[in-house]
Structure formats: C-alpha cells, structure tokens
C-alpha cells in the first residue's frame, strides 16, 4: 500500500495515491470516513 492518510478534525488528506480508481472505491470511502470519525492520522488498511 503506497497511501497514507494524514489529517486532523479540520480536514483529511490523501497521500501518495498512485490509483486514482482506489481512491474513489467504496472501500476506501469508508476507511477514509472512520479516519475522519477517529479524529487522527491513519496508515494505509491491510488487505
């Protein structure tokens, strides 16, 4: 995994996305919205 999301209750970043298809699957969506509820930095979900 190449991603990382950085961020505070402010905003949210995606970093190092190198699939443009990944960052818009639902998946994704709902482990960017868990890193949003949980306030904080998260690393990249295992698969």
Request: glycine share 10%.
């Given at each position: 995994?190449?991603?990382l ?16 298809g ?8 709902e ?17």
């Amino acid at each position: 995994m190449d991603f990382l999301l950085g961020g505070d209750r402010a905003s949210m970043h995606v970093l190092n996305a190198v699939s443009p298809g990944f960052t818009c699957s639902m998946p994704f969506a709902e482990h960017v919205c868990d890193a949003i509820a949980r306030g904080g930095t998260q690393a990249a979900p295992s698969t």
